[in-house]
């Protein structure tokens, strides 16, 4: 089975203070991995993701991810924080050989930033 | 290009109660998906088709019943709505291919139902 954790809820940082946002997964082979955002009443919207090659992959609005394969990890970061960067943010996984295999989505992190 | 859109914005229903959710792409998207999302549990894959005339079940398909009788649309539809079925409904489309571009799914905005 594939599952994602999100371990934080709520993240909280100051404008212009670097942010990481945090995420986990599991699958049994190689994964897919991908973040989302969510504003407030709109649907998600992709922001980047990993499938293969480098492990520092860069998306849309100066938001980066690695993927760390001995810790099964994919975090979010971003090296200056905006206030509009304020949203919900998902991250997703599934097993990249299996391509029967659907999205598996975390429960999300509330992230604030402080003007 | 309006990408993904979903009718109704907003629905209030009665228990037991019926009522169909559309969602319309104009990618010409093999792929579409339901999902739900509740508060704290992120989003929850009801039914999804890999194309034309053929559906599926995801994660929490119980009460549900969907159908693609037409590439761009894919209906949801609630045969005796519960309260427990009170959530925001999302419609996603990605198209087939096995490159990286075709991994990507693409959301609507969202349904809102409240079932009292």
């Known amino acids: 089975a594939q599952s994602v954790a999100q371990p934080e809820d709520q993240v909280n940082v100051a404008e212009g203070n670097p942010l990481t946002v945090k995420c986990t997964y599991s699958?049994?082979?190689?994964?897919?991995l991908f973040w989302y955002v969510q504003y407030p009443n709109r649907g998600l919207q992709f922001l980047l993701k990993y499938i293969t090659g480098d492990n520092l992959v860069k998306g849309s609005y100066g938001f980066e991810a690695e993927f760390n394969k001995s810790q099964t990890s994919f975090h979010l970061k971003k090296p200056s924080a905006l206030v509009s960067d304020s949203a919900l943010y998902f991250c997703a996984v599934r097993e990249g050989f299996d391509s029967a295999r659907q999205l598996t989505f975390g429960s999300g992190t509330q992230l604030t930033v402080l003007p | 290009n309006a990408g993904v859109t979903q009718t109704p914005k907003f629905r209030v229903l009665k228990t037991g109660q019926s009522m169909t959710l559309l969602c319309a792409q104009d990618?010409?998207?093999?792929?579409m998906y339901w999902y739900r999302q509740d508060p704290g549990m992120g989003l929850r894959l009801i039914h999804y088709s890999v194309g034309e005339g053929t559906t599926a079940k995801g994660e929490v398909p119980d009460g549900y019943n969907v159908s693609r009788l037409k590439k761009q649309n894919f209906l949801l539809g609630l045969e005796s709505a519960a309260p427990s079925q009170t959530s925001v409904y999302f419609c996603?489309?990605?198209?087939?291919?096995?490159?990286?571009?075709?991994?990507?799914?693409?959301f609507g905005p969202g349904t809102r139902l409240l079932v009292l």
């Open positions: 699958v049994s082979g190689n994964p897919y």
């Open positions: 990618m010409n998207h093999e792929y």
């Open positions: 996603a489309s990605k198209n087939d291919r096995l490159a990286e571009r075709g991994e990507t799914q693409y």
